[in-house]
């Protein structure tokens, strides 16, 4: 059925007059970024997120998913854990046009690299929006894999050429979310590339498994291409230490079933959310609280 005229029209402008406006604050703030040295831009956008955030629809969302995720938070407890957020996102923001950099900068210290080494047919890196999410592929790339990802097309087509400039870093192939994805991850592991995937967010097409107690939509396809083809599946934690400073932690390959049916395959996917949950727990304010992760319609806390 077509859209009613009244949307089609909203779309329409939003295309010929929002697009343009946020592709120019985007790339002038991409701009100055680029030309701060990286702990300057890093701090300033820091701030300038920390104050801008949360006049922002996004941080009601925010605000609603700690709720539900770590009820147990004070009121004071939560505005400093969304104040992080907000600081760290924009440090991510500064970050981005001096990420292939970071490496020689000495920023990022690697914990569990070796586990990269003498991979044959590729593997699958899995990690979430936490610390600087951007920079876990650097760990694959420092021992010589081409590193391939999965990516959702941004609603700005104006600004599709930040995901291509991302990719040209990190070497490997890149596919569009759905359909492309879920055969682009069998090309990409038979040409012998690692896989970096953030899985904390939602999947329509997943199922639901639970996140912080509560179910939430999650991708399962590659925990059972890692069974079917036999590929290590390993944790990517990226963790900000301080100011603009890293460590990445590759853990062992995860233990995983012979059998590749949904039952055994959510309880693995339900074990990777409880260790992303750790991970979040550990550090609330560097997560990116604002995702839709249990959907529009959160459940009642």
Not at 68 to 81: F, G, N, S
Not at 210 to 237: C, D, E, N, W
Request: with cysteine; proline share 7%; net charge positive.
């Amino acid at each position: 059925m077509a859209d009613p005229l009244g949307k089609i029209l909203l779309r329409g402008a939003r295309r010929l007059f929002i697009w343009p406006l946020e592709a120019g604050l985007v790339l002038a703030l991409y701009g100055i970024a680029r030309l701060l040295p990286l702990p300057v831009a890093s701090a300033v956008m820091g701030m300038l997120f920390a104050l801008v955030g949360p006049l922002t629809p996004w941080h009601g969302r925010a605000r609603r998913n700690l709720n539900l995720a770590m009820p147990e938070l004070d009121a004071a407890e939560q505005r400093r854990v969304l104040a992080g957020m907000w600081r760290n996102f924009g440090r991510v923001i500064g970050e981005f046009p001096h990420v292939h950099r970071m490496v020689g900068l000495g920023r990022i210290a690697f914990e569990g690299q070796s586990n990269l080494e003498g991979l044959e047919n590729g593997a699958f890196l899995i990690g979430a929006h936490i610390g600087n999410w951007e920079l876990g592929p650097y760990a694959a790339l420092g021992v010589g894999h081409k590193v391939a990802a999965i990516y959702r097309p941004l609603n700005n087509q104006l600004l599709s050429g930040l995901l291509e400039r991302r990719q040209a870093n990190y070497g490997g192939d890149i596919f569009r979310k759905g359909r492309e994805a879920a055969l682009g991850m069998v090309s990409a592991l038979r040409k012998g590339q690692v896989m970096c995937l953030l899985v904390d967010q939602q999947l329509r097409e997943g199922l639901p498994v639970p996140f912080f107690g509560h179910p939430a939509q999650t991708s399962i396809s590659h925990v059972k291409l890692a069974i079917r083809k036999k590929v290590p599946l390993m944790y990517m934690r990226t963790e900000r230490v301080g100011g603009s400073r890293f460590r990445i932690t590759i853990s062992p390959p995860i233990a995983l079933p012979a059998e590749d049916d949904d039952a055994t395959v959510i309880a693995v996917a339900t074990e990777i959310n409880a260790e992303i949950e750790r991970w979040i727990r550990a550090a609330p304010d560097q997560w990116f609280w604002p995702h839709r992760r249990w959907g529009k319609d959160l459940p009642h806390s």
